[in-house]
């Protein structure tokens, strides 16, 4: 079983539309972080949490430490959303270690 | 501020051959990681340097190797290349870890 499990692996929505990832793991951590990876491969750090919500512009993250839990929000989705989300959580000694990803489809 | 930089951008060597992969962290930033992305696979901790030393290494065999130089940039080499070696390998840099990560690029490698 993997420490960090993400769901769904895939998602496809529509212009406008809600989005949410969810994000589990099984082991106590230090810190979770959702990751942007465009195709190209490029990767957008998005939030670093270690507690409670952010939000940036159209997205939100939350995070509930005693569930081992964590969502990534996309409000108002838009084409341009379309990417692979990656959770990543921080473990011992700064490593991260990352879902497996959802890959988001946004059709206009 | 200049981000993480990663060169080559694309890397094609053939099997048996050695490759070497450049990150430069970003300025003030001590810790590099090195991750491998694997096609159709997640990502997977590959290194870790601070202040000049390996701090971690992740479950991969001795021919990935690496080092820190004292401005802080890193080498990734890859001895004795093997097809599986394809992938895109990401470095990324941190303060102390403590705080967030910043990615570069990546080097795309592909063994023929």
């Known amino acids: 079983k993997n420490e960090v499990e993400q769901s769904p692996q895939n998602l496809t929505a529509q212009e406008g539309e809600f989005i949410t990832i969810n994000c589990s793991y099984s082991?106590?951590?230090?810190?979770l972080h959702w990751l942007q990876q465009h195709p190209g491969g490029g990767i957008v750090s998005l939030f670093m949490?270690?507690?409670g919500k952010k939000k940036h512009g159209r997205l939100i993250a939350t995070i509930n430490i005693q569930e081992k839990h964590s969502s990534l929000h996309i409000t108002a989705s838009h084409p341009r959303d379309s990417a692979v989300y990656i959770c990543?959580?921080?473990?011992?000694?700064?490593?991260?270690?990352f879902g497996e990803g959802t890959q988001l489809t946004v059709n206009p | 501020e200049a981000g993480v930089t990663q060169s080559p951008t694309h890397l094609i060597k053939t099997r048996g051959q050695q490759a070497t992969l450049r990150c430069s962290p970003i300025?003030?930033?001590?810790?590099v990681y090195w991750y491998q992305q694997a096609l159709g696979l997640g990502l997977q901790f590959l290194l870790w340097?601070?202040?000049?030393?390996?701090?971690n290494r992740g479950n991969f065999p001795p021919r990935f190797s690496g080092r820190q130089f004292p401005n802080y940039s890193s080498e990734l080499n890859v001895n004795a290349l093997e097809l599986e070696d394809s992938a895109l390998y990401l470095c990324?840099?941190?303060?102390?870890?403590?705080?967030?990560?910043?990615f570069g690029s990546g080097t795309r490698l592909t063994v023929v």
């Open positions: 990324a840099s941190s303060q102390d870890g403590s705080y967030g990560y910043t």
């Open positions: 082991v106590g951590i230090s810190a």
């Open positions: 949490l270690s507690s």
């Open positions: 990543a959580v921080k473990l011992s000694g700064s490593r991260l270690t």
């Open positions: 300025s003030g930033h001590t810790s």
């Open positions: 340097y601070d202040e000049g030393e390996e701090r």
